[in-house]
């Protein structure tokens, strides 16, 4: 099983604050994507980082994949309660069948 | 909306028993994966079939199988039901499977309970 970990597992701010998510895992992808969830939904993709050292912009989302391929990190600015909900990361296999290796989540919280 | 169905939404049943949960990929799509989601393992890839074939196998017990038919819906078959299979069910579906990376679209997932 390929592990990805995400920190912090929760974060409560206030809104118009920044912050920041990592994802870290000891295995290297062939690249690696963001979702978010919301309760009673399934996940919904945002991003999908493929070289390392990649940088994407969503708005007011920030995403870096990193150098090694092993690790990635979001960033939002000024934060909303729309911001709200469960941030996944997901590694995909290199095997090809593209199935994805979830992370353990970040469930943010912005409060106004 | 995903255009990804699955049904129940939600269902509860007791130790021991067998369950199916059903899944239909967005028109066109080919390929259809399968995850777990509870609170202490987080989402896991359970299985994937494209074309009606199985591609990818995770972590999925041997007491679960599944299926795609001709039509490309899927079935998720869980039996011998435990307390610990209390979890979220997912499906979700891509234009193909490959080297190439496909979006996954989600469906809203069947929410089991295992009393």
């Known amino acids: 099983t390929q592990l990805l970990e995400q920190s912090p597992q929760f974060l409560s701010i206030q809104e118009g604050e920044n912050l920041t998510v990592y994802c870290n895992s000891s295995s290297v992808f062939s690249s690696l994507q963001w979702y978010r969830q919301e309760p009673g939904e399934g996940p919904v993709l945002l991003v999908t980082?493929?070289?390392?050292?990649e940088v994407k912009k969503l708005k007011r989302l920030t995403f870096q994949f990193g150098d090694a391929r092993k690790d990635s990190s979001l960033h939002i600015t000024a934060a909303q309660p729309g911001d709200t909900g469960l941030y996944l990361c997901a590694g995909v296999s290199q095997t090809g069948a593209n199935n994805l290796f979830f992370g353990t989540g970040t469930r943010l919280t912005v409060i106004p | 909306d995903s255009g990804v169905t699955q049904t129940p939404k939600h269902l509860i049943t007791a130790t021991g028993q067998r369950v199916t949960l059903r899944c239909s990929p967005r028109?066109?799509?080919?390929?259809v994966y399968w995850y777990q989601q509870s609170l202490d393992q987080g989402l896991q890839f359970l299985i994937q079939y494209y074309n009606g074939e199985e591609r990818a196998k995770g972590n999925i017990l041997e007491r679960f199988s599944a299926q795609q038919f001709p039509d490309l819906h899927s079935e998720l078959n869980l039996s011998s039901l435990e307390l610990g299979d209390s979890a979220l069910y997912f499906c979700a579906s891509s234009v193909s499977s490959g080297s190439r990376l496909y979006e996954q679209f989600f469906g809203p997932g069947t929410r089991l309970t295992v009393l």
């Open positions: 980082v493929v070289t390392g050292g």
């Open positions: 028109s066109g799509d080919l390929s």
